[in-house]
């Protein structure tokens, strides 16, 4: 419960000076938290090998402007423990609105990873640009906002793939394998649907199937866990409470504009 209140205190502070931190300080921040996360997973797990972080140095920042030359390092993490060579299968794991993590892809609490023993498979996973530390742009301007959509993160997907391709030196017949949950979920099922020929599944866990505008609902199911979480850290004292009131008021201001 401390680490709890402790990474809340963290997130509001990050929260609320948003506006006024540039991407690259952020990394710091980053680095600490994933330290902090890190901690606990491999605490749970028994001796994983480290996953250092990987580099697509050439990802396109446009993919609908071919004139557009600008390129940006997209980060990766990957795991060849239970790769069984030329011809065995690929499992990729989108990462969504969230920062990725080294462990994703060795933790064993994931079926993925089990799946990925069972039939010899190379894991991969991918951050979703604008997150995390692959950021194609040095700030969120509405002017370098403009990239971030769902069809660039398709697009990314696909470009990554044939980065993994050339650099691993894969046959044509390994066959590939999405994986995403919640909004990933809903990326592993378009990624399939729009490119047949180069994922042959995908596992869409927890996927919305309907895109709205107006999202009304995703606001009230965080403005409720916020107010969960607010209960929850009242006895630990007036200041943790007015931080979560602080989170509870910028995501609210954050999610109706």
Avoid at 18 to 30: E, H, K, P, S
Avoid at 208 to 214: C, Q, S
Avoid at 235 to 255: A, I, P, S
């Amino acid at each position: 419960m401390v680490r709890g209140v402790v990474l809340l205190s963290s997130l509001a502070t990050m929260a609320m000076s948003a506006q006024d931190i540039d991407v690259f300080t952020r990394f710091n921040v980053l680095d600490q938290v994933e330290k902090f996360e890190s901690a606990a997973t491999e605490s749970a797990s028994s001796s994983p090998p480290f996953i250092q972080d990987e580099w697509f140095e050439t990802q396109k920042l446009d993919h609908s402007d071919a004139t557009n030359p600008a390129v940006w390092a997209q980060r990766y993490f990957s795991n060849a423990q239970f790769y069984g060579g030329p011809g065995s299968p690929v499992f990729l794991y989108i990462n969504g609105e969230n920062v990725a993590r080294n462990t994703t892809v060795v933790s064993t609490g994931l079926f993925l990873n089990e799946l990925a023993k069972k039939h010899k498979a190379l894991v991969v996973s991918l951050e979703h640009r604008y997150y995390g530390k692959s950021q194609p742009r040095p700030d969120f301007s509405n002017a370098n906002l403009k990239f971030l959509r769902s069809d660039q993160a398709l697009a990314d997907i696909v470009t990554f793939q044939d980065h993994i391709i050339r650099t691993r030196n894969l046959t044509a017949d390994s066959k590939w394998v999405a994986f995403g949950g919640s909004y990933p979920g809903m990326l592993a099922a378009w990624v399939k649907l729009l490119y047949p020929s180069r994922f042959v599944g995908a596992v869409a866990s927890s996927a919305p199937i309907e895109a709205k505008i107006d999202f009304f609902e995703y606001s009230d199911v965080v403005s409720e866990g916020f107010r969960c979480v607010c209960i929850l850290l009242y006895c630990v004292g007036g200041f943790c409470v007015h931080v979560c009131d602080t989170v509870c008021v910028f995501k609210r201001v954050r999610l109706t504009h």
